[in-house]
């Protein structure tokens, strides 16, 4: 064979460590700072309440927005006069019934859809016509067949749930690859059996992201329902909190009652419903 068709040997020494440029750089305190959530969003809060401060000092208009000291103030007088817990307790308690009744119907009506056909008509036909229906719009309604009180309040909160959370179970148990479901028939399962140890699990974010929309529905159609009529059993919530307030010109509680609903959502949302999230869906590898 001709040398010009042989391959030259190529001869390629070792480089040491050293010879490389930096392959890992140590983070500096604000890079690993930054990289923390909670951090980024806090900092965002304490701008926020920089420019409520600001912008309400240059108003300089308490009947319009209160400063956020003259609200911390407020809010901080409500809580130490045992005012805003009552009110705060008697709103969750509503809040609960409610929400509670509305999952579990929910749950039921996505059985029943998961399972018959019939089921499935029904649940498609209800959230079609019923969904797009603010519950508030049903109040009046309520207060006609409930009254004023617990009923009227539990049967709106009822609605702003149940929908919700049945559309999104719905659509995470249809979601449920045949390869799983086929597994779980392998191990004799049917049934609620299957639902509850296959589909369940397999559905859980959808379903998860459909409490948390429940959740908000529910909670922005309490305080507008209290708003409007207000005390449930003798007892008035945050809402009524509220309009007392705006009736007496009481800016500054009106704003702190506002900053304790945005409180028990970030709360709800950051607390509660982020550890449900870290010790299912996130430990199951479903989401990143």
Known sequence: MSDALLRPEIVREISGADEFGIVEKELTVFERLYNLGWVRKTCLLIVLALVWEGYARYLDNQLLVP???DTLRAWWEGMTSYVLPQRILASLQ?????????????FILTVLAITTRIGTDFLESMTAMLNPLPAIALLPLALIWFGLGLGSLVFVLVHSVL??????THAGFRGVSNTLRMVGRNYGLSGLGLVFKILIPAAFPSILSGLKIGWAF????LIAAELVFGVASGKGGLGWYIFESKNQLDIPEVF??????????????????RTIENRTVRRWGMQT
Do not use: K, Y
């Not at 019934?97 to 929910?106: C, E, N, P, Q, S």
């Not at 929908?163 to 999104?168: D, G, K, M, P, T």
């Open 67 to 69: 400063t956020l000291t």
């Open 256 to 273: 702190a009652g506002l900053l304790t609903i945005i409180m028990i959502g970030l709360l709800v949302e950051n607390v509660i419903f």
């Open 218 to 221: 529910a909670w922005r159609t």
């Open 163 to 168: 929908w919700a959370v049945a559309l999104n």
């Open 94 to 106: 509503v809040l609960a019934i409610g929400f509670t009744t509305g999952v579990v119907l929910a």
